[in-house]
């Protein structure tokens, strides 16, 4: 064992030093342990956001990461270990950058799973950023919540690699035809619709918290795109995560249990 911390802090990136980055559960402190070292490791950076999933450039001089402190996830690059010269690059959202091998360029996953590229230049003590552009625009990745790495790719980004699923159970029936009236409805109580985006569930039950009647007082008024809807407040939808069992729902806990501490503080 190399290090045990307080906070179950978890390995993120390990350096060609030899050195291993780490952050701490709650997603918010990154620390540098180096091999030669045998004091506590040393804190680079604490935000008052959740932080996730950094990389080195292979130079070592420069980190990318996802955070949370715009009130969405967005991409940033900092100098390295000073983790200064912070700026961002995602400019629609934006997580899991990587580096190709030359530092000259990032590609991240947008909100969409639309593979996003932002071309590099040096700039004395900085970077330049180009805007980012679509890497295939017409190819998008399934996007799975939580904190698992959904894709990589090669050191020369010209080959990427994503996880897929071999069996989807829960996906809707390609060219079934659907009538959204109320006899349709009646006739069922959970539907998954295809729409220009993703899938979409229509959910007359969830389990663990039951109908509409059951969960309307647990709600809270929200506005999406201009309409004024109700939402599951985070008690009681991370309960109804839970009750649900599946693994995706077990992946997101951990992510709305970070946002309901940064809610009550």
Known sequence: MLYRGPDRESSEAWLRDGSILFGNFRGRKYFLLRPDEKAEPRLLYESEASVDEPAISSDGKWVAYGSLESGTWEVYVARFPQWDERRQISTAGGVQPHWRNDGRE????????????VAL?????????????????DRKIRLRYGYTEQWTMSSDASKFFVIASRAQPEAPIPGLPFHLDAPTLRSGLNFTLTTTLSWMDLLGEITGGGAYDDLLPFTIEVSLFGITC????LDHLIKAKRAAGRPKDFEIIAELELLRERQNH
């Open 230 to 233: 109700r939402v599951l407040d």
């Open 121 to 137: 230049k040096p700039a004395g003590s900085s970077l330049e950023a180009a805007p980012p552009v679509f890497v295939m625009a």
């Open 106 to 117: 990032i590609v991240y996953l947008a909100p969409d799973g639309a593979l996003m590229s």
